[in-house]
């Protein structure tokens, strides 16, 4: 079974610029979780989707970054324009339902310039 | 909202030495704890989680302990190995959002 995949799996671009990530989740998961990885700590919650629906974004500061998850399946997070603090891991990660065990992409590294 | 302490920041350990690995939180309606072991510029993987209606659960080398009470919970590793090098984080979750929130995560170093 293929597991939750993300690209790039790397990117590098200058602060003010557009960036977006890709992530498919694993087959039949119908929650699909966007985090933040900051050096030497945590990950922290952007969005939590069920199917299409965003249910919990108050992580994610909305005058940059937007997200979607038109079908309930593949998802994109968007950063628009981008900082310099903003360079971070991107996880995505997929669970059957809210409250299952949370399958976690190999996360894409933003370095912003 | 939640928030999870965990402590110590880094833990080395001999090989064949015994490793423990604590957390707190903050919200008693939290009923949802997993560990993730992280490798460097690795993904997170789970390696063991409890649910609040348990105390203990132990799977081959790891355990994790949940005292409801004290609102903390705790990984042990017995019998360590170089390759369970890496960073643990721990994680809480419950009440009506569902939402993980993570600690800051403990460097495990197991010298051989």
């Known amino acids: 079974e293929a597991g939750v995949v993300q690209s790039p799996r790397y990117k590098i671009i200058e602060k003010k610029q557009p960036v977006a990530f890709w992530c498919n989740p694993i087959s039949g998961h119908n929650t699909l979780y966007w985090y933040l990885q900051n050096l030497g700590q945590g990950p922290e919650l952007l969005i939590r989707?069920?199917?299409?629906?965003?249910?919990?974004d108050s992580q994610l500061p909305k005058d940059r970054f937007s997200a979607e998850r038109l079908k309930g399946v593949d998802s994109t997070l968007k950063i628009q324009p981008a900082e310099l603090g903003d360079s971070a891991v991107y996880l995505c990660a997929s669970s059957l339902d809210h409250g299952d065990e949370q399958f976690f992409g190999p996360g894409t590294r933003l370095t912003v310039l | 909202g939640e928030n999870v302490e965990q402590h110590p920041s880094t833990l080395s350990v001999q090989e064949g030495d015994s490793a423990v690995i604590k957390c707190t939180y903050s919200?008693?309606?939290?009923?949802?704890f997993p560990w993730y072991k992280q490798e460097l510029g690795k993904r997170p993987q789970l390696i063991i989680d409890?649910?609040?209606?348990?105390g203990e659960k132990k799977d081959q080398r790891i355990a994790v302990t949940l005292n409801k009470t004290a609102k903390h919970f705790s990984l042990h590793i017995t019998e360590t190995q170089p390759e369970d090098s890496a960073v643990y984080f721990c994680a809480a979750s419950g009440g009506s959002n569902y939402k993980l929130t993570f600690g800051k995560g403990t460097l495990l170093t197991v010298n051989p």
């Open positions: 989707y069920e199917n299409e629906e965003a249910v919990d």
């Open positions: 919200d008693s309606a939290s009923n949802y």
């Open positions: 409890i649910r609040s209606n348990v």
